[in-house]
Every structure is written in structure tokens, then in C-alpha cells.
């Protein structure tokens, strides 16, 4: 394993120089700094968190709760976080809240107990006790909400313009000739769906289209019972054209079950999805999708947060990225 003897010998800077860049020192310039971190990466050193830790009053480590790390949007979010808190020293915990406040709260608390220097959230669907926020802010814990936030909340954040996103995702339906949209709507307990419905609800009527209940429509976790739903809304309403669906996996879903019932997409009936993940580009036909900047929240989140420990107090910032529409084929 290599020291930082070992780095000491490789830059030909002295032992105590190589330490005040791991104790994060105001005395060391840049240029040393980076000359450092490069050759420490180039031999994988690891530094001594815990003795720095003790040293500095900073543990250098970063807490990142999610929902699930198994999500497009999530994961690639984590990497934009990743790459900018590494490129700054720093090390990051990343825990899974699986959409229980229980273990949310839980998770929180844990990140306290390990002293970490700042906390980056996307929040549950279920709505967890928000003295736990409070207490956080308290104790100056410098916390960055993304995508998700709770309903009170005194900390920065980064968010999409969701309302923008199921905007242009269903004006592009009308545009394109669609005079009956479906939307296949998410949880009704989470913000970014309630959003994304609304911009949808909003279009049509900006555009004088009618607006009927089935047009909000939401699949079940049954497979076959989905099927015979959504066969069932297209026989009583034949003059279906489009479907606008809250996320990428649903219009994929959607789409499986159009074309077992034989239904031409897209001269038939158009579909956008929201996420633009990765697999949109590689169906058949490419789905139109609604791109979400996951990557730059990410980065955007990281740099947020390290404002906020750097400046050594609680900062309040909304930052809200704009979505943009890929156009594909579904929707042609």
C-alpha cells in the first residue's frame, strides 16, 4: 500500500508539504495541491481518514441518500456527484432509503453519528419527520436536496422544471397532430409527478383540448390486469392518439402492450416518455423522451453542497435545471 513517502519521493516535495494537502492546508497552492492528488491517485493512495479526521475537525466524507441505487436517474446523478466531490478530496457513504421514511430517518441519523461534512438527499415518497431537517440544520450540517424535496424545507436544492417537462412532452404530442393524450400518471405522493401531471393538464388546456378523467391513467403492478386496462381504454375510447408516460419504463411498458394488441406506433398512437434513459435510444421504434440533465444535477448538487462547507454556514439556494425534449421515433 503505498505513503505518503511514496508520494513524497515521486513529486520530490517534502513529507510535511504532502500532509498540509491531505489536511486540506490554506498554504498549499494549487498547483502543489493538484500535483499531489495526481500522483496519490496514480499510486491508489488511500489517506488515513480518521487521524485526518481528528486533525482537521472535517471527516472529508460526504453522505448521499436515495431512493434506489438500481435507477438510471439516481445512478447517474451519484456519478456527477462522485467525479466533483472526488476531484475535491472528499469520499462519499451512498445508503438507499428502498421509499421508506423509516430507514430515511434512520439513515440520517447514522450520517450524523459519522460526522460527516455535508449530506445530499432525494427525498421518500412516504413524508418523513421534518424536525429531522431541522436538527440538522441546527447542528450545521450543510444538507442539498435533488429532484425529490419534502414539503417543508429550509436547505438548498436542485431540482428539473417537471411542470416544464410534462409541458413540452405533451405540446410535442399536440404538434405533431395528437387530438386525444393519455397520460400515464406516477405516485400521487411525489412532487416531481404531481408536477409532471400538472404540465400536462396545462397544455391541453392552453390548447383549448378537452380534458376527461380517463385521461389521467395509471398502470397497476399486475402485468396481465394492465394489459386488459389498457385494452379496455382504448375500446371505449378508439379516438386514443397519443400517450404522454410520467418515466421511460412506463412508455416502454405501455408500448409492449400496445404492440401485442397490434397497434401502430406511431401512426396509429404516438408515445413520450420522461427520463431519457439509456436503453430510449435502442427500441424499436427509439422512444421520444424528456432529457432530465441527471448528470449536471449532479454535478450542480456537488457543487452546491461544497459552497455551503467551504463558506462554513447554512446557505439557502433553489437552483431549477431546464428539461429538453429528444425527439425519436415513437412520437413521428
Known sequence: MASIKDIAARTGLSLATISRVFNDSPKVSAKTRQKVLKVAAELHYVPNIGAAALRSGKSRVIGVLIPEINNHFFGEVVTGIEKKMKNWGYNIIISQTHESSDLELEMLESFMKLNVDGIIISTTKEPTDPTIFKKLKDKKVPVVFFDRLPPVHSHSSVILDDHEGGQIATQHLIDQGCKHI???????????????????????????????????????????????????????????????????????????????????????????????????????????????????????????????????????????????????????
Not at 219 to 241: A, E, G, R, Y
Not at 280 to 289: A, E, F
Open 182 to 332: 393519455v397520460h400515464i400518471a406516477g405516485d400521487k405522493n411525489v412532487s416531481i409527478f404531481q408536477q409532471r401531471q400538472r404540465g400536462f393538464e396545462d397544455a391541453l388546456r392552453l390548447n383549448n383540448h378537452p380534458f376527461d378523467s380517463h385521461q389521467i391513467f395509471e398502470l397497476t403492478t399486475d402485468t396481465k390486469s394492465n394489459k386488459k386496462l389498457i385494452q379496455k381504454l382504448l375500446t371505449d375510447h378508439p379516438d386514443i392518439d397519443g400517450f404522454f408516460a410520467h418515466g421511460d419504463y412506463y412508455a416502454l411498458y405501455v408500448m409492449d402492450i400496445l404492440k401485442s394488441l397490434n397497434v401502430d406506433i406511431p401512426n396509429k398512437i404516438k408515445i413520450v416518455g420522461f427520463g431519457n434513459t439509456d436503453f430510449t435510444d435502442h427500441l424499436q421504434p427509439s422512444l421520444t423522451t424528456v432529457d432530465q440533465n441527471c448528470h449536471q444535477m449532479g454535478q450542480l448538487t456537488a457543487e452546491t453542497l461544497m459552497k455551503h462547507i467551504e463558506s462554513d454556514e447554512i446557505i439557502h439556494s433553489k437552483q431549477v435545471l431546464t428539461p429538453k425534449l429528444v425527439v425519436r421515433d415513437s412520437s413521428n
